[in-house]
């Protein structure tokens, strides 16, 4: 069984690799506020993912193929993604768009957030559907065996991030006030980028 556990840890890094914009929702949280808060969001993250690994796991994805509930969910998510990268550009310069979240940044208060920002793609549990057939047809994998491959997965989630959130922590030692909010607009930009991209991209049939 350990070795289901650590064959999902190596290959959840190996997804982990691929940075998206909740990996710089991190590093930005960490640099700004500190490695508990960014932690906070960590949990979050992973605990989101854990909840789509296990409706994947269970069929859902399937229903999620549908095109019209496919589109939907992905207009939403996009939106989400844009609204919040918009908020951080505007911050930089003094402004929040999100009346909300003008609150002093909190543990409490960024693992909402981040829940809200990894929930707003459940196109998600499609990807991780994918993934969980893809491995239970290699590796023959039964029941216990899914469960504990799945665990290693998220692992990895906690792993990478925790180390995403450690470096931002670091960074912001050394980075000037300038820089960090330059580097604020850059994280923001890209946030904006992925929910764009979310949704301009044509799914392949």
């Keep these: 069984m350990i070795k289901k556990y650590f064959s999902g840890l190596k290959f959840g890094l190996l997804l982990q690799i691929a940075v998206g914009p909740m990996c710089l929702m991190v590093f930005n949280t960490a640099k700004n506020i500190g490695f508990l808060v960014a932690l ?3 949990l979050a993250i992973a605990l989101v993912d854990a909840f789509y690994i296990t409706l994947a796991s269970i069929g859902v994805s399937k229903l999620l193929e549908k095109e019209n509930i496919k589109k939907t969910f992905k207009i939403i998510g996009s939106i989400v993604l844009i609204i919040f ?4 550009v505007f911050n930089a310069f003094g ?8 609150l002093k940044p909190t ?3 960024i693992f909402i957030q981040g ?3 990894t929930l707003s793609n459940p196109i998600t549990i499609v990807f991780w559907g994918s993934v969980l057939t ?3 047809i290699e590796d023959k994998l039964e029941k216990k065996e899914l469960i504990i491959f799945s665990v290693g ?4 989630t906690l792993i990478f991030l ?3 959130a450690v470096l931002g922590t670091i960074l912001s030692s050394f980075i000037p006030y300038n820089i960090s909010n330059i580097l604020n607009i850059i994280v923001g930009i890209l946030i904006i980028f992925f929910g764009i991209k979310m949704l301009v991209k044509k799914d392949s049939n």
């Design 40 to 42: 906070s969001l960590v």
């Design 134 to 136: 893809t491995k239970i």
């Design 95 to 102: 402004i929040n768009i999100i009346p909300g979240l003008n």
């Design 153 to 156: 997965l998220v692992s990895a």
């Design 115 to 117: 829940l809200v920002l």
């Design 107 to 109: 543990s409490a208060n």
């Design 162 to 164: 925790s180390v995403v």
């Design 85 to 88: 990268g918009m908020n951080i």
